[in-house]
């Protein structure tokens, strides 16, 4: 991911990586010295942050580092719940940042109007393929994007994509070019790259 140099600066509690605080996970401490996964970065108080690289959060719960970072007790978390909070969490984001496509025009979906839309390949940014989109209709649309050297990305279903949108049933959506779509993109391999650990 490209780093963006805005917004408050934070460091891992681990490898002590200095970034932009939206490039990291942020975690709190609760009352009752629960360990939380904060993704959003919406809940007041302190919160400590670690790289979004797995082996970040792993060692941070293998070494006590979260109760060192709020200077109180917290309690240990196991790694599949973390794996669990952060899979909802993203795929929450993905679904609320198509919706915000949808709303402002710039996702199109339903084979027929991505077909048209890739007409005007320049004001395309890239196309979602749901995974379990029927594969003779999805090889039909992959060769059309990958004519005009459009990327493809994959890592939900119908369903998710069906919900993300409000509309019928859909397997594909095309996002055209804005900081929207860059921000998507992001955050669905974010996921992509989570859903690929323990």
């Not at 919406?42 to 919160?47: A, E, F, N, Q, V």
């Not at 196991?78 to 952060?86: F, K, M």
């Not at 005007?120 to 994007?145: F, G, I, N």
């Amino acid at each position: 991911m490209t780093q963006d140099s805005s917004g408050p600066q934070r460091s891992c509690i681990v490898c002590r990586t200095k970034l932009p605080s939206h490039e990291l996970l942020r975690f709190m401490c609760s009352p009752d010295a629960e360990l939380v996964l904060d993704y959003r970065q919406k809940l007041p108080g302190r919160g400590a942050y670690t790289c979004c690289d797995s082996s970040c959060y792993v060692k941070a719960l293998d070494t006590n580092a979260f109760a060192r970072a709020f200077k109180r007790p917290c309690k240990p978390v196991p790694i599949h719940v973390i794996v669990q909070q952060l899979r909802t969490q993203m795929l929450a984001k993905v679904v609320a940042l198509l919706g915000m496509a949808r709303k402002s025009g710039l996702a199109v979906s339903g084979q027929q109007a991505i077909l048209h839309a890739l007409r005007r390949p320049r004001e395309v940014a890239w196309v979602l393929v749901a995974d379990d989109m029927a594969s003779t209709a999805a090889e039909k649309l992959q060769r059309q994007v990958q004519a005009h050297e459009i990327s493809i990305m994959r890592g939900i279903d119908k369903e998710i994509l069906t919900q993300a949108l409000g509309s019928g049933e859909r397997s594909a959506v095309l996002l055209k070019k804005s900081s929207l779509a860059r921000a998507l993109k992001c955050e669905l391999q974010r996921y992509v790259d989570v859903m690929g650990e323990v």
